[in-house]
């Protein structure tokens, strides 16, 4: 795809809304869409440890070893960037908006390889409405890992376009360093490999391809010894992320295992119909990984892979459409198609309970999650403390903004809880820094268990002594 015609077919003209809904949010709801998170405090934490110190080892998350609940891949590169830029809360959201146009970019990728003419077109407009989804763009404005593991998995669908099956299995190696939901993609590559190793036909990679999937090995090893020397607090983060997942039903239940039943059954009559792993079977494959961390994750940021999911199988069966001469076939593809892209279209833009609070809104176009003249109060709070000095703001997802300040105080930020995976025994903390906004959805006050819960009002940062820490 040239340059040139990226501008003269009208096909990519669909890239336009996608870049203006994702720097509108970026650029004038930097932090009212979505509002601070407590996961973003955990890992930008470990990512600004990194920069510094060359450690994950963060106090506040736990004052007595690294926290080892997710792979590291996305805290490396935000230290990287660290590193290059320098650090602010507003950088690590840049991130992933970048990370989000990226993904997008080698989407558009995907479809120029795979549509001519009007498919490309339609084709377009279905990645449109999945990336202009609240959900997805969600993603691209939050400091977690979904926008960095999603470019990943459309890197590994390209490859696999391409013929370059061994530079995707490395994208997808990769994208298990970023987060464990990358299990999920490796489903195209085991149906590549079993039908690769059936028909005898095993191909050797490429040059380049061998040294990427080599780098992603050694990372892999590299990952592996880091969790050896750190094996005990594996376990224990282990053992809190399993026992979060087992809360849960499996897939969200039998619905969710019937739909994942049928999108594989549609990829294998894909994959016959063409006597391959052809383009859409590709494009289904990916899709059910994007449905099956959705269902199984349990959590509204993963919601967006519903909507990724079920676009990626609307382009599975638009390829078939595509290609199929026989009038009866077209009509059965057709109007499955039709019932793909309205399932795209209800998991991107039906509102949810909890998500509901923060669907974007023209109302939040003038309104700030926290004053920057309380934001200034704080920092000026902070650089007087006396130094080893320990402040809670109770775990709300604000402490990234004050991150840099702590480490030029020498002062910490801390947990009230014990740790992130462990609630009892408390801290014994100096300071309470409660910082409110009517943003906060009201159902996160019941998280609050401190005794100083949030009250959803525009009050700003009150700054409470403690009693003297001990010990």
Known sequence: MTSNGLFREPAWLWALPVLAAVLLVRLCLGFEFPIPWNDETAFVAQAFEFSRTGSLYVYGLNAERTVMWMPPGSMLLQAAVFRLVGYSFDVTRWISCLLYLGAFAVALAALARTFAGRWRMVAAALTALAFTSPYALAIGNLARMEALYTLLALGSLLALLRGRPWQGLAWVLLAGLVHFNAVYFLLPHGAWL?????RRQLPRPRPADAVLLLLALACLAGYAVFVLANLDGFIEDMRFQFGFKLAFQSMDGAYGWALVGGLLALALLQGRAQRGLCPAALFTLHGTG????ALNGHNMWY???MAFGFWLCALGLLACLAGQASARRRQGLAAA?????AAEAGYAWQRTEQF?????????LGRDFLAPAERDKVRAFIAQLPPGSRVSFGYSGVEPFFFEDFARAGSQWSLTAHSVTQVLPPRALDYRVL??????PAYLMRFDWDGYPRQGQDSGCRIIPLKP???
Request: aromatic share 12%; glycine share 6%.
């Open 194 to 198: 079993a039908l690769a190793l059936a």
């Open 290 to 293: 994007f449905v099956m961390l």
């Open 303 to 305: 919601r967006f892979g």
């Open 337 to 341: 198609l039709v019932l793909c892209v």
């Open 356 to 364: 509901d609070p923060l669907w974007p809104r023209a109302s939040l």
């Open 435 to 440: 910082c409110d906004s009517a943003l906060f």
């Open 469 to 471: 820490a001990s010990g």
